[in-house]
């Protein structure tokens, strides 16, 4: 080691990179909640299929959209974030969006449990409605990590 | 001020700023660590060489449409590594925090 930089500049852009792979993304497509939406729609109504065949298939396809979509996203973002160190202001949005996912889950089963239609049209509105909101929970908390760290 | 436990391979800025990157993330491709250093492709691909040299990342290259995907990830010796040059940074200007970037 030639040179020293000075430790406390270094730790401070370690904590602005650090947060780079949660921060730094491009735009959410508008497509991208009501695309989600219908995709776990469909799920549902999968689950009211009765022909083994036809449901296992159904399932296989849902699945193979799923993996794709991952692979463009992952493409297109250029980093995968860890999902155990995000910034507080982040890790908070994800916290808030793990308890909406538990309620929608909670939410279609008991719609199911009364109609498979019913369940279809509560999974596909809730996913859009909380994915909508989480995208722009995330973009101002993602805003407010940049400014902190600026 | 005291230089023990600095690690020469990371305390480079562009270094310690990959190495910040991947141990927040599952992998990340050149591109996106050459936007967020703000540098060359040669230069990235001199900075990621030397930290793949030390054992600190592993690459894996892929072909897929136009070009190929060069992908980084930090291996266990890195993200060791990583700590501890934190953990000495921190002791050198005093922070007793546990919490690392």
């Given amino acids: 080691m030639e040179s020293f930089s000075d430790p406390r500049q270094d730790l401070a852009d370690a904590e602005r990179a650090a947060a780079a792979p949660y921060v730094d993304y491009p735009p959410t497509p508008v497509w991208y909640p009501p695309a989600v939406g219908v995709w776990a729609g469909a799920l549902v109504a999968v689950m009211g299929v009765d022909t083994d065949a036809l449901r296992y298939a159904s399932l296989a396809v849902l699945i193979g959209l799923e993996v794709l979509f991952i692979a463009w996203y992952r493409r297109q973002r250029g980093v995968t974030p860890s999902l155990r160190r995000a910034p507080r202001e982040i890790a908070r949005e994800m916290r808030l969006y793990a308890v909406w996912a538990v309620l929608v889950l909670l939410a279609v089963l008991g719609a199911y449990a009364l109609n498979l239609v019913l369940a279809v049209v509560t999974a596909t509105v809730l996913v859009t409605v909380g994915l909508t909101v989480y995208e722009r929970r995330y973009a101002r908390a993602a805003a407010a990590t940049r400014t902190r760290l600026a | ?101």
């Fill in chain 2, 1 to 101: 001020m005291s230089l023990e436990g600095l690690d020469p391979v990371i305390h480079a800025p562009k270094r310690l700023a990959a190495m910040a990157v991947l141990a927040n993330a599952t992998s990340a491709d050149f591109g996106f660590l050459r936007t967020h250093l703000d540098v060359s492709d040669s230069d990235l691909s001199k900075q990621m060489s030397a930290l793949e040299k030390a054992g600190y990342v592993a690459v894996t290259k892929s072909s897929r449409g136009r070009g190929g995907v060069t992908t980084y990830r930090i291996t266990r010796a890195g993200s060791t590594a990583y700590r501890r040059h934190l953990q000495a940074l921190r002791a050198i200007v005093g922070t007793t925090t546990d919490a690392l970037p």
